[in-house]
């Protein structure tokens, strides 16, 4: 069974940092693309980063310079590291997998964790 589980989310203020994990099995995680959309209330999906076990890296541009995203292929573990936290990334951060990047930048993915809920309040 493939279950990627999600964990870190919670409540920060502006300008302080969080860390999602992303605990993955039941597929050969270095056969895949894993990272996050986010889904915020009343706005679409978006890709916020992907890593692959090439180290082929995505990020949005709505992140870049203040998300960081890695592996542990050991611990089939991805984690996003997110800094300088806004109100704007308030949304629930969904941890995916596909084989391919491309999937996951135009929105698609084969599996899908149940999310966990990030509030950055201003």
């Known amino acids: 069974e493939v279950q990627l589980v999600e964990s870190g989310g919670g409540l920060v203020q502006a300008g302080g940092s969080l860390r999602l994990s992303c605990a993955a099995s039941?597929?050969?995680?270095?056969?895949?693309?894993v990272g996050w959309f986010r889904q915020a209330p009343g706005k679409e999906r978006e890709g916020v980063s992907f890593?692959?076990?090439?180290?082929?890296?995505y990020y949005a541009d709505s992140v870049k310079g203040r998300f960081t995203i890695s592996s542990d292929n050991a611990k089939n573990t991805v984690y996003l590291q997110m800094n300088n936290l806004k109100p704007e990334d308030t949304a629930v951060y969904y941890c995916?997998?596909?084989?391919?990047?491309?999937?996951?930048?135009?929105?698609?993915?084969?599996?899908w964790g149940q999310g966990t809920q990030v509030t950055v309040s201003s």
């Open positions: 890593i692959s076990s090439t180290l082929d890296i």
């Open positions: 039941g597929f050969t995680f270095d056969d895949y693309v």
């Open positions: 995916v997998a596909d084989i391919w990047l491309n999937s996951l930048v135009a929105g698609r993915a084969d599996y």
